[in-house]
């Protein structure tokens, strides 16, 4: 398929297992899903992006998109998200902040940090797929991602 | 003190003095004439004298001149040769002359003693008058009550007033020659060498000191001095001011501490704010996310067993659902409650009519469908937060649609009330199911609900959130209804400075 050879790499990084399985099959729905890297923490992201400890032998390259949880283990999103933006050879990633919180706070610092997107995950379940569908079609299929990211 | 003086006496009438002089010419020739018959010689040129002196020296010099030239003219007639005649022979002149000089001197003589007589009449008078000022000003000084003395500069008191034995306890005789630091054990807040110089500098010296009273209690005082110096520039003396400001610098501390306690009490409100905030954030992240979950799978387990479930099953699974939307519903509005109390209000002057507009287009898909005639009346400004007011506004509109949502014909008003001068009051006013006024003080309370929620959905957090935001304006809410005759619901804030008020 023409469109599945564009499909950029999704970087999901998300602690619960649950959340990851919803935007998994949500995803899945919409054959997004082949290209979905999760990550549990704000640590193994970074191992992901930096190829290092267990993502130390992967192939290189950089996601097209990374879809970023704020309330993480060991390193937490804003956190990841600082790292990220201050980095020479990662702020290109698109940033996709995904998350339960409505706190402008955060939203404000995640804005602040030069996030690309904030969503904030809706409760109702069809919204959530939706936004879910949204974002992997715009930020994987629709969006050219910068150059080095990695594309199937 | 009145002296009475011959002198000024005589000066108002001219008749009296020159009188005297006459007469005591005349007694004076009388005696003289008589002496003569009896044999007595040469005792005319000292009762001519002894007349010139007394005219002299009670009458002044203009009568005295009047008696030298009768006496020397009655010398001339009646007692040099030749007799009764005006004629002086050469041999009697010197003798005439030397009476006639002796006699100008004499008054010459009488009239400079009289003239110092006078002055120093006139000064000692010039000082009995600056003695009795100088006693009224002190008596002034004693008469007020603040705490006045006078130190030389060895710091021996000199004068001590009423103000200062009041305060200190001392009487002025125990007090004057005695040492003031010493006296009142005067506690300095700086050296006393600096305190010194200071005074010496510019000639008074200002600050707080601690002094003791005569019954061993101690006294704050604001004392002011100020340094005398003679006429040469010596400093002679320090006058001390003093102001008892021992309960002033109670109430300070008081006020101090007052303070303290505050500014303690504020750090820990600000950190069980702190601690509220996080369990906000927890709420709003935490509890959202099992709730997200179990609507995800209770949607996944529908989608994927809808042909295998009977009616009844499936109606389970769409009750699941609405409860969680509910619950996230709920979740969201008691989070926007809580921000309220949380956040700063942060307030300009809104205009009322621009935010009812708002508030109406934000609401506008509750009423599509309806029939509702708006009467939407003047409004004022309004001195608020913005964003809050406006929620206010959108809670009260929408409960008024909500409410009116049985009648065919929905009427809802929103204008001014009579408010008075201080205060605007606004009301929105609906003729929807109403309420039974004996649950009133239930409306404005979280989760109170007057409704079944299969008749009109809702948190029960719209009217406490309208609450709070006014309150945190300084407002009042309050309500009127009628079961099914319709409601209006109030707030008030405090009008704006400088609004016109009609009633």
Known sequence: MESMNKLGRI??????PKDVELTLTALEEYNLANEVVVTRDGEQALDYLHCRGEYKTRSGGNPAVMLLDLKLPKVDGLEVLKQIKSDGELRMIPVVVLTSSKEEKDM???????????????????????????????WAVINEPPPGSVRK | ?????????????????YGLGGTSFAIALGLALLAERYGFRNVEVPLFLFAITLTVWY???????????LSSSAFDYFFTEPRY???????????????????????????????????LLQARDKLEI?????????????LTHDTIFVRDMSDVITYWNRGAQELYGWTAEDAIGKNSQQLL???????????????LRTDRWEGELKKTRADGTHVVVASRWSLRRDEQGRAVAILDTNNDITERKRREQEIESLNQELAKRSTELESTNKELEAFAYSVSHDLRAPLRHMAGYTELLQKKESSGLDQKSNHYILMMLESAKRMGNLIDDLLAFSRIGRSETQKTMVSLEQLVREALAEVRQDTEGRNIVWTIGALPDFYGDRSMVRLVLVNLISNAIKFTRTRA???????CANGDKDTLVVFVRDNGVGFDMKYVNKLFGVFQRLHQSDEFEGTGIGLATVQRIIHRHGGKVWAEGMVDSGATFYFSAPRPEGQIWRA
């Open chain 1, 11 to 16: 970087l999901m990084v998300e602690d619960d």
């Open chain 1, 108 to 138: 404000v610092a995640s804005y602040k940090l030069g996030v690309n997107a904030y969503v904030v995950k809706p409760v109702d379940f069809h919204e959530f797929v939706n936004a879910i569908k949204e974002l992997g079609v715009f």
């Open chain 2, 1 to 17: 003190m009145v002296r009475p003086n011959l002198q000024l006496q005589f000066a108002h009438s001219p008749v009296l003095p």
């Open chain 2, 59 to 69: 009458a002044g010099s203009g009568p005295a001149i009047l008696a030298v030239v």
């Open chain 2, 85 to 119: 005649s005006f004629y002086v022979t050469r041999s009697e002149l010197p003798n005439y002359a030397v009476f006639v000089l002796f006699a100008l001197l004499l008054t010459w003589f009488a009239t400079v003693r009289r003239r110092i007589e006078a002055d």
């Open chain 2, 130 to 142: 600056e003695v009795k000022e100088r006693t009224q000003q002190a008596s002034l000084l004693n």
């Open chain 2, 185 to 199: 054990q005067t506690v300095f807040p700086v050296a006393i060498d600096d305190i010194r110089a200071e005074l």
């Open chain 2, 409 to 415: 014909h929905a009427e809802i008003e929103i204008g």
